[in-house]
């Protein structure tokens, strides 16, 4: 109750401001929403009926791109809002009694963002409100398999599910538009909110929220929570090439916390290159970098190419994130 509370209480302003546009939109011209979808395929397969000696094995791998985007326009404000889903997960061929059989996740984000901006001077210049929602969607086991495994004689345990842990940034603050591509948004109070929903994930001190331990490391108290009060600037640009044939979308998102190491910042880079292949297709190169000084990454700390065994760490880091599929959009 306490997450949804504080989800309420994030999205009042916004709808306060929305609200406020509401008489002059309809003295001056009907706004026009504009709605846009795209499902974008990751599929590949390989079967192989008594490999040979060094010939690799089976492997079926599954995932995708789900976009949905619903925006409005009138003379006075912009609302843009979008829901944007990837998932990933492949099966390999057993190779040993010991190897695990079942999907492994390899991508899970569930992502929402809404910016709504009304104009206070020329063109260029907006009163803005931002919000952005994160979490996955499906549960996820120390051994990355999407069901329990045993591995060493080593029982398997969650480590992440549906909102354990949820993000949700509220930056309210001017935003410039110099044009039709490139816009900068800066709030000098910005909220910036980890919950997690589970107390058994809580107790794991990677997700961020707050957790406290004695000299001898002995977990002494801890919140399903942990908030955050800073600066942030947002920078987006999209435009199009070569006859509209190459799209190309950007976000860059730069945190700063007031009340915990301000000189760290948190970021979240994302980029979308779009290839149209022809109407509706295109083949999508897909690239984020994310980093948040408060959540923690699987490092090889060993060097052996597994992330997450018994000679690895878990520590602050880039998470860098790369992805190429075909996809299809279609306008409302």
Do not use: C
């Not at 619903?70 to 040993?96: E, V, Y």
């Not at 899970?108 to 709504?116: C, E, K, P």
């Amino acid at each position: 109750m306490r997450f949804f509370s504080i989800l309420f209480l994030i999205a009042l302003p916004l709808s306060t401001l929305f609200a406020q546009d509401a008489p002059a939109a309809a003295a001056a011209e009907a706004p026009s929403w504009k709605y846009t979808g795209g499902i974008g395929l990751d599929l590949s397969g390989l079967g192989i009926l008594n490999p040979r000696v060094g010939g690799g094995t089976s492997r079926f791998g599954i995932g995708g791109l789900g976009t949905f985007s619903a925006n409005r326009k009138s003379d006075k404000s912009f609302w843009n809002n979008q829901a944007t889903l990837q998932l990933a997960a492949q099966r390999q061929g057993r190779t040993s009694l010991s190897q695990p059989s079942g999907f492994q996740k390899n991508l899970d984000v569930l992502r929402l963002a809404s910016t709504y901006g009304y104009k206070i001077s020329g063109d260029k210049w907006f009163a803005s409100a931002d919000l952005l929602a994160q979490s996955q969607l499906l549960k996820t086991y120390k051994s990355n398999y999407l069901s329990p495994v045993t591995l060493d004689g080593t029982p398997d345990i969650v480590v992440s599910k549906f909102l354990a842990p949820a993000l949700v940034q509220f930056s309210p603050g001017i935003t410039y538009k110099p044009n039709a591509h490139l816009t900068f948004q800066y709030s000098p109070v910005a909220v910036r909110f980890i919950y997690v929903a589970d107390d058994s994930l809580a107790l794991l001190n990677i997700h961020g929220n707050e957790v406290n331990r004695d000299a001898n490391g002995n977990i002494t108290d801890y919140k399903n929570y942990f908030l955050g009060l800073g600066s942030e600037l947002v920078t987006r640009y999209d435009n199009k090439y070569f006859n509209d044939r190459l799209a190309v979308t950007s976000a860059l998102r730069l945190f700063s916390n007031y009340l915990k190491d301000p000189a760290a910042i948190d970021v979240l880079f994302t980029n979308n290159f779009s290839v149209q292949i022809f109407k509706g297709l295109s083949l999508d190169l897909l690239g984020e970098l994310f980093y948040d000084q408060d959540v923690k990454m699987n490092l090889d700390t060993n060097d052996n190419n597994i992330y997450g065994d018994a000679g690895d760490r878990q520590a602050p880091a880039a998470q860098l994130t790369g992805a190429f599929m075909l996809k299809y959009s279609k306008i409302f």
